[in-house]
């Protein structure tokens, strides 16, 4: 089995598809008809579709690569553009996946699309999840100043709190930009660690002086007055 990225964005079109179609894939004559198959014998070919719900709507309320999608999930295939020839799938498999419409520049997936797939909703991680995530990350950063490392649980559970409490109190209602995942914690534990890395030796203070700038780049710089 081979996986091939798909990143979707605003102006992806069935035709961004049909060039990736042509680069992993070969059309096949056989008795049944033209056939779509991985150019690998038996293997299996998964296109991952990420940001899914991206692409914007034309003047007729409209996602094309979306529709296209859903007659290639539906039917199996689709018709050739050069030549208007039913193409029938063979060992190709599409998964899609996306952030809720609600966030900025996201669009509603059409029911008649999504009546076709099965859906998994997978939520951010709550409290526990997150300190034990980043609390991993924090422990094998730290070990890089080993007068630090006892500091790696109070730092997450400071993290974590800080992170969560903003969540609560700048919500996207107040502006569209005030969106929080768990991305601003992983980009926060990366300025960290970015900073640490010259060190030979660092006091708790410094730690701390670190740990506010990074979250006064990442929180305050986005706040509108």
């Given at each position: 089995m081979e996986v091939v990225g798909l990143n979707f964005s605003s102006a992806t079109t069935p035709e961004l598809m049909l060039k990736t179609f042509d680069q992993y894939c070969e059309y096949k004559k056989t008795p049944n008809g033209l056939v779509l198959a991985p150019v690998q014998m038996n293997k299996w070919l998964i296109f991952f579709c990420d940001e899914i719900n991206l692409p914007d709507e034309d003047r007729y309320g409209t996602q094309r690569v979306i529709s296209f999608l859903r007659q290639m999930v539906e039917h199996g295939g689709f018709y050739r553009t050069s030549d208007m020839q039913w193409t029938r799938f063979e060992r190709i498999q599409f998964v899609g996946a996306c952030n809720p419409p609600t966030d900025p520049g996201r669009k509603p997936l059409s029911h008649r699309f999504l009546r076709h797939v099965p859906l998994v909703y997978v939520d951010y991680p709550g409290e526990t999840s997150l300190k034990q995530i980043y609390?991993?990350?924090?422990?094998?950063?730290?070990?890089?100043?080993?007068?630090?490392?006892?500091?790696?649980?109070?730092?997450?559970?400071?993290?974590?709190?800080?992170?969560?409490?903003?969540?609560?109190?700048?919500?996207?209602?107040?502006?569209?930009?005030?969106?929080?995942?768990?991305?601003?914690?992983?980009?926060?534990?990366?300025?960290?660690?970015?900073?640490?890395?010259?060190?030979?030796?660092?006091?708790?203070?410094?730690?701390?002086?670190?740990?506010?700038?990074?979250?006064?780049?990442?929180?305050?710089?986005?706040?509108?007055?």
């Open positions: 609390g991993t990350f924090n422990r094998a950063m730290l070990r890089m100043l080993p007068a630090l490392r006892p500091q790696a649980d109070a730092l997450t559970n400071a993290m974590v709190e800080f992170y969560l409490l903003s969540q609560q109190r700048f919500t996207h209602d107040m502006q569209p930009h005030y969106i929080y995942s768990p991305r601003e914690m992983s980009r926060w534990v990366r300025g960290i660690h970015e900073a640490l890395r010259p060190l030979d030796t660092l006091s708790i203070e410094g730690l701390v002086r670190i740990w506010a700038h990074e979250a006064l780049r990442l929180f305050q710089d986005r706040f509108v007055i």
